[in-house]
């Protein structure tokens, strides 16, 4: 089992659930967030004031998956959450040991 996490740009939310409900995924944890990568923030003007923006807003999604989802759960991340800008975000992969459902008490892939 993994669990894939990716930050994404806040308005590319919508298409990255479509994407993922199309091929199946049946939930994800969805975060609201800040950071930065090599974009390193902006700055904004603001009644004549400029300031320094460091964090951006940003989308954290979580989706724990079967081994075999893994490549196609990547492409349409991928897919849906490119701009082909800098800030489009990252995806992480992580290995899951173990996931318990709390309500029936089904572990492993049953329980996803």
């Not at 994407?19 to 904004?44: A, D, N, P, W």
């Not at 196609?72 to 996931?99: M, P, R, W």
Request: glycine share 8%; net charge negative.
């Amino acid at each position: 089992m993994k669990l894939v996490s990716a930050i994404i740009k806040p308005y590319k939310l919508d298409d990255v659930r479509q994407e993922l409900s199309e091929i199946g995924v049946q939930g994800m944890t969805v975060t609201e967030t800040k950071g930065f990568g090599r974009q390193k923030g902006h700055t904004e003007l603001y009644r004549g004031a400029e300031y320094v923006i460091d964090f951006l807003p940003k989308i954290k999604i979580e989706v724990a998956i079967d081994d075999d989802q893994l490549d196609a759960v990547i492409a349409a991340i991928s897919k849906a959450a490119n701009t082909q800008k800098i800030g489009d975000g990252k995806i992480f992969v992580y290995e899951l040991s173990q996931v318990v459902r709390i309500r029936t008490g089904e572990t492993g892939s049953e329980a996803i």
